[in-house]
């Protein structure tokens, strides 16, 4: 009998599917996946495929990030309930209130939003990208959303600019606390500490990096120390896969667990390449254009 993992693989082939994964899927969905990485590169790279069908393993927001910018392809996330929490702290009409209210203001937003807050913003930013993109932004004010953490670093970055930060947070990578950071050093004293912008500023200042998760990956596999990985434990899981001769080390393992990363398993999987499961991502086409606009602003000032 053909396992679970043959199973996919005919079925893909058969179906003509593409699979796309973020780096915080569990190991078995990275290893069957056809392109990984992080949610803004996975969206470009499919978009460089002629694949015509695409199962986008993570959560919603990449789900629709992939078919802003390949509204040809039927694209597939194949456990619907899978929402990142952060990506809608803050509603698309707070958004527009704001913006009447305040005129004068450049909205911009983490990637990590829904397609509906895309389309309010002015420019889209990503975890790499954000300090290049605003030093650009000639404006009186700058609004920053959803996330205070990327938002603060960013701001802190700019003392002359005026930039407002929204309230939201990533509650997994908010959770970590200095002390986690200490003690992993302690534990681990010769290693370097890479975490993601999505951290409080206490923690960001105790790294010795702080980058996307395609960032931290670079730095780890050019690093000659060993690294201790400070984002979501799908990163350290993979990287220790792959790469076990190299010392990676989990920082705070039992809180950097994002639940909606891992709704997909092999068999969620194996139904949505067959149809039997997921939801097909659809956006409405003038949505979908105001969206992109904010993506190809990203683009051109990235
Ligand atoms: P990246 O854009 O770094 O992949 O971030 C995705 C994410 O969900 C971070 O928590
Ligand atoms: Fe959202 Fe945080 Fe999960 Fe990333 S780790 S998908 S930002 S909740």
Known sequence: ???????IKKAKKETGTLILAHTYQPPEIIELADITGDSFKLAQACLETDAKRVIMCGVRFMAESVKILSPEKEVILPAPEATCPMAEMISPERVRKYKEENPDSVVVAYINTTAALKAECDVCVTSSSALKIVEKI???????IPDKNLGTFVK???????IV????YCPIHDRVTAEDILEAKKAHPEALVAVHPECKKEVVDLCDMAGSTADIIK????????????TERGVADYLTLKYPEKGFYHLAPEKLVCKDMKYVDTDTLLKAIRGEAGEVIEID???RIKAKKSIDEMLRLG
């Open 156 to 162: 802190n970055a700019f003392p002359e600019k005026n």
């Open 219 to 230: 730095f780890a596999l050019a690093s000659e120390k060993d690294v201790i990985i400070g």
């Open 165 to 168: 930060v929204w309230d939201g």
């Open 285 to 287: 086409e003038a949505l």
């Open 1 to 7: 009998m053909e396992n679970i993992a043959e199973l």
């Open 138 to 144: 000639e404006a009186p004010e700058i609004l920053f």
